[in-house]
C-alpha cells in the first residue's frame, strides 16, 4: 500500500535530508519523519477501526472501476506518509534545516505546496497507464483533491477551486476532469466527508510523529473505550440506584403510585431502550421527552447500549448548546461513574494537567485536549460544528475520533433553524458513512428528516409519545395563563408600553401573598434591567436578583443556591439565559413572549420537580421579538395566535414544527442562506470542497463580539464553585479575587516559550477570565470598544471601569454603549 521511500526517484540523497531539527538531538531525516507519521496513521486507523470506514468511502467513488481501487487506497494512504517530500527543498534545507550540503539562497523555505506537487507527479505517472477515459479523469480529479490536502497541511482549507486553477497546477488533465466533473459523477457529500477525514489523518499523523521527535512524546493512548471499559461502564451505570430500581420495576419487583412521576419517567427509560434495540443497525435516533422526563439518564443508557452491541464503537460524546448544561451533566457522569475520566472540552474548562515533574507534561496534557484524548467528551454545539465544518488544523484534529463513536445532541432546536436542511443533510451522511450513531434529544425536537428528499436511518425512541407528554404530570405540571396577552396591546406597540408593565406588576402582586420564588424572563437586556429596578423598590419583602448574559458564573451559581434556600422568598429578572442549563425550581413565572420551544424551555424552570399546587406561568407581550430573533422561521407562530397557544398547553410541538418547516420548506425546494445560496449552489461547493464558504454558511453564530475586561475584585469567600477552590495566592489582594493581577498574568503568557505549557497555562487563566469579561456584540467592523487602554488578542482592557459597573458587579452595558456612541445590541 504505501510506497518504498527510496525509490521514489527523488534525485537526491535521502539520507542527508531532514525534516526536523533540535538543540541537542541528532537532526531527524525526512525518511524518518515519514515513517514516523506513517507509524501514526497505521495506529489511528487501527486503534478507531477505521479501515473498513475508509474503504467504503473509496468505494463510493463509483466513477472508478474495481479495477483501479487498490490504486485508490495507495493514493489516500501515501498522501499521509508523503505529505512532506517538498522538504527537498534547497532552500528548506539551507535555512530550516542548516544543511550545509546546500548553498544559500533566498528562494522561498515553504514545502507544502511543493509536497502537494511532487505527490501530483508520483501518481500521475500511474495514472497515465489507465485507457479507461472516466477512471482516468476520475483518479486525476481525486488526486488533485488529495494534493490540495497535503498543500495546505501547515495552513487552513480554503478552496480546492482555487488551488487547482493556480498557473502552476491547472494543465489540460485537470480541466477535463474538472469540466466533466457531474459526468464523472462523484457523490458531493461523500466526497467532502472523504477528503475532510484524510485531512484530520493527514495533519493529526503529522503532529503525533512531530511530537515524539521535538518533545519525546510518545502516543499509544488516543483515549478510547475498550471493550472491557464498555462492560465495566455498564455495570456501574446498572448498580446506579435509580438504575436498579428501573430494573426492579421491569421485572414487576417494584411499583410507583400511579401520580408518581418517577413511573413515567421509568416507562420512558424503558420504551426508548426497547426501540433502540429493535433498530440497533440503525444511525440516527430521536429522542423527544418531556421537561423534567430524566433525559440526561436515559440518553447515557441509551449510549451505553449502541457501544456495546457495535464492536467498532469506542467513544462517547455528549454535545450541548450551554456550557451551564456541560457542567450539570458532568455532574451526573461523576455521580454515576468512579472508574473513567470524564473530560469537558470548551473554551472556559482548564486543561488538565498530568505529572509536572515529566519534561513533556504540558506537551501530553495539551496534545490529550487537541486530540480529544478521553473516552467520553463532553463538549459544545459550537465544538461539534467546528470540527464537522472548520477549516484549521485545530478544527480538524479531532475528526477522525468521531468516527465509530456514539454522539448524542441535546437541544438540537437551539441551532439557527435557517440551517437545518444542510444540517441534517451532513449529519445523516457523517453518521452513515463514519459509522457514528447519533442520538438527537430533546422536550420540543424537530424531527428535521422531512426536510430530506431521501431520508434513511432516522428512528422515534418514543412511539407512545401522547402518553407521555399528555399526562397531567408533565402536561399540567404548570397552568398557563394567556390573560396578558390582549391581541389589542399588539396594535399600539410602543403606546401601550408602560401600560402592559402595570398588568404584569398587577398579575404579580395577585400572586405575591400565595407564592414565594419568582421568575420573571424578557427578552432584551434594557428591559430586565428596568423591572429588576422596579421590583427592587416595590417588592422589599423579597430578595430580588437579576441574571444575563452580563453576569458571570459566580454570581450566577450565587444566585441559584439562593432559590434552594428553605423559606426564602426570592425573585429572579432573567433573559434568555434561564431557559435551558439553569438549574432552578420556581412557584410562578412571567414571560415576554417569543418562540414556542422558548416558552416551554421556560416553563421547564417553574415546578421542576412536580411538589406544588398552583404553579403558573404567565406570557405577556412587551418587547418586538422579531428584533432580538431575526430571521427565525418559528417567529411567525407565535403565542399572539390562540392556534399556538393551544399546541404549547397541549404540548402538540410536533404540529407546531410541521408549520415551522412546511415554511423552511420541505424537501428543501426553498431553503436558502441570506438571499442568493440555494441548495444546489451549496451542493456544487461542496462537490468543489469550497471549505471556506461551507464553514461560513455552516457557522452557528455569525456575528462579531468586542469582549471587554473589568478589572474589579470578586470576595470569593461568598462562592462555592470550583474555580475558587486552592486559589492562588499570588492572584488575590486582600483576600478577593484580583482583575488586575488576572490580567497580568493573562499578559505574561506571552513570555512563555514552550508552546504546549503556554497553551496549557492559558486555558487555567482564562477559566478566571470569564469572570471579569464582558462580550459587546457589534453589527459590523467599523465599530468597537472605546475608553480602553490596552488590548490583547481582541480583548480590550478598561483600566478606569468604575463607571460600568454596580455595586453587585453587574455590567452597565447602557452607561458604556451611550460612551461608546456605538449602535451595539
Not at 428535521?448 to 431520508?455: G, R, T, V
Request: glycine share 2%; net charge neutral.
Amino acid at each position: 500500500m504505501y510506497l518504498n521511500f527510496k525509490n521514489l526517484g527523488l534525485r537526491v540523497d535521502i539520507a542527508s535530508i531532514f525534516a526536523h531539527r533540535k538543540d541537542y538531538k541528532e537532526k531527524e531525516t525526512l525518511e524518518e519523519h515519514s515513517d514516523l507519521t506513517k507509524k501514526y496513521l497505521d495506529l489511528l486507523v487501527t486503534n478507531k477501526n477505521l479501515s473498513k470506514i475508509i474503504d467504503s468511502l473509496l468505494k463510493l467513488l463509483k466513477s472508478i472501476s474495481n479495477d483501479n481501487f487498490d490504486l485508490l487506497k495507495k493514493m489516500f494512504y501515501n498522501a499521509v506518509y508523503l505529505h512532506d517530500l517538498g522538504k527537498i527543498n534547497k532552500s528548506f534545507q539551507r535555512n530550516k534545516m542548516d544543511n550545509k550540503l546546500f548553498e544559500e539562497t533566498t528562494a522561498s523555505s515553504n514545502h507544502s505546496l511543493p509536497s502537494a506537487k511532487k505527490y501530483i507527479k508520483l501518481f500521475e505517472t500511474e495514472i497515465e497507464k489507465i485507457e479507461d477515459d472516466q477512471d482516468f479523469y476520475s483518479l486525476i480529479y481525486v488526486l488533485y483533491s488529495f494534493a490540495y490536502q497535503i498543500s495546505k497541511h501547515h495552513g487552513r482549507l480554503t478552496s480546492f477551486e482555487e488551488f487547482i486553477k493556480k498557473r502552476d497546477i491547472s494543465n489540460f488533465k485537470l480541466n477535463n476532469a474538472l469540466n466533466s466533473i457531474v459526468e464523472l459523477k462523484i457523490p458531493e457529500f461523500e466526497f467532502y466527508i472523504l477528503n475532510k477525514l484524510l485531512f484530520s489523518l493527514l495533519v493529526s499523523s503529522d503532529y503525533y510523529a512531530t511530537s515524539e521527535y521535538m518533545a519525546d512524546l510518545i502516543t499509544t493512548d488516543f483515549g478510547l473505550l475498550s471493550d472491557h471499559q464498555i462492560e465495566s461502564l455498564s455495570k456501574e451505570f446498572e448498580s446506579f440506584n435509580v438504575v436498579k430500581n428501573i430494573r426492579l420495576f421491569e421485572k414487576r419487583e417494584l411499583k410507583f403510585k400511579d401520580n408518581d412521576i418517577n413511573k413515567f419517567r421509568t416507562e420512558m427509560f424503558l420504551e426508548s431502550e426497547k426501540n433502540l434495540k429493535n433498530n440497533l443497525n440503525e444511525n440516527i435516533f430521536y429522542l423527544e421527552a418531556p421537561t423534567g422526563s430524566g433525559k440526561t439518564l436515559t440518553s447515557i443508557n441509551l449510549g451505553l447500549k449502541l457501544l456495546q452491541n457495535d464492536k467498532n464503537l469506542n467513544k462517547l460524546f455528549y454535545i450541548f448548546p450551554f456550557n451551564t448544561l456541560v457542567e450539570q451533566t458532568k455532574k451526573t457522569f461523576d455521580d454515576i461513574f468512579k472508574t473513567i475520566n470524564v473530560e469537558v472540552i470548551n473554551s472556559i474548562t482548564p486543561i488538565r494537567e498530568g505529572d509536572e515533574n515529566k519534561e513533556n507534561s504540558y506537551d501530553k496534557s495539551y496534545v490529550t485536549r487537541l486530540f480529544f484524548h478521553n473516552p467520553i467528551i463532553l463538549t459544545t454545539h459550537i465544538s461539534l460544528f467546528n470540527i464537522l465544518f472548520g477549516t484549521s488544523k485545530d478544527d480538524n484534529y479531532p475528526l477522525w475520533q468521531l468516527a465509530n463513536s456514539v454522539v448524542i445532541i441535546d437541544e438540537i432546536q437551539s441551532y439557527n433553524n435557517n440551517l437545518w436542511w444542510y444540517m441534517i443533510e451532513f449529519f445523516q451522511k457523517y453518521a452513515k458513512l463514519l459509522n457514528i450513531k447519533i442520538i438527537i434529544m430533546s422536550a420540543t425536537l424537530p424531527k428535521l428528516d422531512i426536510l430530506l428528499e431521501k431520508p434513511s436511518g432516522f428512528v422515534d425512541l418514543i412511539e407512545n409519545r401522547n402518553y407521555f407528554f399528555e399526562n397531567k404530570l408533565f402536561k399540567e405540571r404548570v397552568f398557563v395563563d394567556f390573560s396578558l396577552l390582549n391581541s389589542e396591546d399588539f396594535k399600539k406597540s410602543d403606546e401601550l408600553r408602560y401600560e402592559r408593565i402595570e398588568k404584569l406588576l398587577s398579575a404579580f402582586n395577585k400572586e405575591r401573598n400565595f407564592h414565594s420564588k419568582f421568575l420573571f424572563e424578557f427578552i432584551k437586556k434594557d428591559t430586565a434591567r428596568e423591572f429588576y429596578d422596579i421590583l427592587k423598590n416595590s417588592a422589599k419583602e423579597f430578595a430580588v436578583y437579576e441574571l444575563t448574559g452580563d453576569d458571570n458564573k459566580a454570581y450566577r451559581e450565587f444566585v441559584i443556591s439562593k432559590t434552594k434556600e428553605k423559606n426564602t422568598k426570592i425573585i429572579i429578572v432573567a433573559t434568555q439565559v434561564i431557559e435551558a442549563g439553569v438549574d432552578i425550581d420556581m412557584d410562578v413565572g412571567f414571560k415576554d413572549i417569543s418562540t414556542l420551544d422558548s416558552e416551554e424551555q421556560f416553563m421547564g424552570r417553574v415546578n421542576r420537580n412536580c411538589k406544588k399546587e398552583n404553579s403558573k406561568v404567565y406570557f405577556f407581550y412587551l418587547d418586538d421579538e422579531q428584533k432580538i430573533y431575526r430571521g427565525d422561521n418559528r417567529l411567525e407562530f407565535n403565542l399572539r395566535n390562540k392556534e399556538n397557544q393551544y399546541l404549547l398547553q397541549e404540548k402538540k410541538f410536533q404540529d407546531f414544527y410541521k408549520k415551522v418547516l412546511n415554511k423552511i420548506g420541505a424537501n428543501g425546494n426553498s431553503i436558502k442562506k441570506g438571499l442568493n445560496s440555494e441548495i444546489e449552489n451549496f451542493k456544487q461547493s461542496v462537490s468543489l470542497l469550497n471549505y471556506k464558504e461551507i464553514s461560513e454558511i455552516m457557522t452557528l453564530i455569525n456575528y462579531q463580539n468586542d469582549t471587554l475586561f473589568l478589572p474589579f475584585k470578586i470576595d470569593i469567600t461568598q462562592y462555592k464553585i470550583k474555580e475558587f477552590e486552592n486559589m492562588d495566592n499570588s492572584l488575590l489582594t486582600e483576600g478577593f479575587l484580583d482583575g488586575s493581577k488576572v490580567w497580568d498574568r493573562f499578559k505574561r503568557l506571552n513570555e512563555i516559550e514552550n508552546f504546549s505549557e503556554m497553551k496549557v497555562k492559558k486555558s487555567r487563566i482564562n477559566s478566571l477570565m470569564q469572570f471579569f469579561t464582558f462580550n459587546i456584540v457589534k453589527y459590523d467592523d467599523s465599530q468597537g470598544p472605546c475608553n480602553w487602554t490596552e488590548d490583547i488578542g481582541g480583548i480590550y482592557y478598561i483600566r478606569d471601569y468604575q463607571d460600568y459597573l454596580t455595586d453587585d458587579l453587574k455590567f452597565k452595558r447602557k452607561e458604556y454603549q451611550e460612551d461608546c456612541s456605538s449602535n451595539f445590541y
